[in-house]
């Protein structure tokens, strides 16, 4: 495999490996995509346009293709997270077992409006649909995994101990 970046790529060589083999990881190419778009998230924690250009001449996708499905799915944000995206469901059994006052907990913990970035970079929060986990209700999602439902508690030892 050629390790050389094409011009105005925006990735490292190691980078586009990794890309390139999710190209041909699944039986058609295009199922591969969002493995691939998983993979500019978590690198860039959000997708760039010209990162999704990239991404579509691979794939020998439009870049509309590409920027849609990374503008359509929730875990793709265009705008950079912290190192640290946390996520408080709002659905409804969650907003009844109290996300609007863990929101505000997160924002006075944090310091940071929805979708802002804290100074250090170290954390950004957002509210999501049903994360699938109601009986945990208000349920907390730290960089995928879940937590359990959020309290004050746990939203203070977060921002202390996650570095
Ligand atoms: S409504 Fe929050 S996890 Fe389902």
Known sequence: MNS??????PFTPAQEAVLKKW???????EMGLIEALRSVQE????????????V???FGLPFNR?????TFFPSFTTKPT????????????????GSPLMAQRLQATLGVAEKEVTKDGRFSWEEMECL???EQGPALLVNDRLQ????????????????
């Open 56 to 58: 579509a001449e691979l």
């Open 43 to 54: 690198w860039d924690r959000h997708i760039k346009p010209e990162a999704a250009a990239y």
């Open 148 to 163: 359990g439902p959020a309290t004050p508690e746990n939203i203070s030892k977060l921002a202390k101990e996650l570095k």
């Open 132 to 134: 699938g986990a109601c």
């Open 66 to 70: 590409v920027w849609g499905v990374a």
């Open 82 to 97: 912290g190192k640290h995206r946390i996520g408080l469901c709002h659905g409804l059994s969650c907003w009844l077992a």
């Open 23 to 29: 190209t041909t990881f699944y039986p058609h190419k």
């Open 4 to 9: 050389t970046p094409l011009v105005g790529s």
